[in-house]
């Protein structure tokens, strides 16, 4: 392994979910979690209140889409609101709400089978996934890339943000040789370290004068 790519993974490698208090596992509750993670990150604010916003929904029981659906709209707003998401909490918490009755009706509260309908194709997984409300391409993106942690058929999961990291740091860009740096359990850490990297020139070149 590149001696930048394990500085990489050692200052910068912690995956978004784990931030937000996700132990990623292929179970309903995590996925779910994942997916509200994934949209609380799509909105133009920082990676920093999105996290923050996400541990105060779960801790408030929106952790399960049956938990989120109880909660209130006022309860979702207020949740976003004491991880200071105040820009977006309105439509969000209303997203979020739509987010867990489809969840439930359509795959009977469990994630993995989207997964089953799209056949472990991750061109069909990102269809599926942008029919949830708030989840477009930059949704899509933050989902796969940690969930290859857990769906090998997703991996390598190497999107734009990835690739801009790398690149910075003078690493390869093309997917196959990229992931090929790591174990493939590593692939979601070191595609959030790189994004860290492409949001952060700063950080960059820390790691390249390291």
């Known amino acids: 392994m590149d001696t930048v790519v394990k500085k990489l993974l050692h200052e910068s490698g912690e995956t978004f979910a784990e ?49 989120m659906s ?17 820009r977006y909490d309105e439509s969000t918490a209303s997203r979020l709400g739509d987010t867990a009755e489809i969840v439930q009706d359509r795959y009977g509260g469990d994630l993995r089978r989207l997964a089953i309908d799209a056949g472990r194709d991750p061109h069909k997984a990102a269809e599926l996934l942008q029919e949830f409300p708030g989840i477009g391409p ?44 790591v174990p493939d359990k590593d692939l979601a850490r070191l595609s959030a370290a790189l994004v860290r990297v492409a949001r952060d020139k700063k950080l960059a070149e820390a790691l390249k004068a390291a």
């Open 138 to 181: 930059t949704g899509v993106d933050i989902f796969c890339r940690e969930a290859q942690s857990i769906w090998p058929w997703l991996r390598p999961y190497i999107d734009g943000q990835v690739r801009k990291g790398a690149e910075r740091l003078g690493l390869p860009t093309d997917a196959g040789e990229l992931a090929s740096k």
């Open 70 to 86: 109880k909660l209130t709209w006022q309860e979702r707003v207020d949740a976003l609101g004491r991880g200071h998401y105040v």
């Open 19 to 67: 931030e937000a208090g996700i132990p990623l596992k292929d179970q309903p509750a995590a996925l779910f979690k994942l997916l509200v993670l994934a949209n609380l990150l799509s909105a133009r604010i920082s990676s920093d209140i999105a996290i923050a916003a996400a541990r105060e929904l779960f801790e408030a029981g929106g952790g399960t889409p049956r938990g």
